[in-house]
């Protein structure tokens, strides 16, 4: 009768493991995640360099890009809102939102300050979350080279 009641146990134990693995699985897609690439454009015949910013919501969860933008040193930072009329740029599940950025683009001008030259470019969301932009530092070099 013993070996009933371990196979029974056993069996309990494996299930609800099995089950517990699938919930885990299942949480983590469950969310709003940010898939961000960026790529740099050597000036041709068809216009000048630029660096172009692709976003995808790989989540099942809709995610809202509010703002773009950049840092210089450590605590300097300017940003332009996505469809500020809107309250942001909403991407569902698998859509995705690309954003060009040229070298007038790599400049801030502030009226009451100095000018910010951006050494990394981000983007945040509604949750005011910034997301760093791949590769956005040794793109911008390439942009002023």
Not at 70 to 87: L, N, P, Q, V
């Amino acid at each position: 009768m013993s070996t009933v009641t371990d196979t029974l146990s056993i069996a309990a134990i494996v299930i609800s493991m099995a089950s517990f693995g699938i919930s885990a699985h299942v949480a983590f897609r469950d969310r709003a995640r940010l898939r961000i690439t960026s790529k740099f454009f050597a000036a041709n015949e068809y216009g000048p360099r630029h660096i172009v910013t692709t976003m995808v919501n790989v989540g099942r969860r809709p995610v809202i890009l509010r703002m773009i933008g950049g840092i210089a040193g450590k605590s300097t930072w300017s940003g332009t809102y996505i469809d500020h009329e809107a309250g942001g740029k909403r991407l569902g599940e698998n859509e995705r939102y690309d954003h060009t950025f040229s070298k007038e683009d790599i400049v801030s001008f502030h009226p009451d300050g100095e000018d910010i030259v951006f050494e990394a470019l981000w983007v945040e969301d509604s949750l005011g979350v910034r997301h760093p932009i791949p590769k956005s530092r040794e793109h911008i070099k390439k942009l002023w080279a």
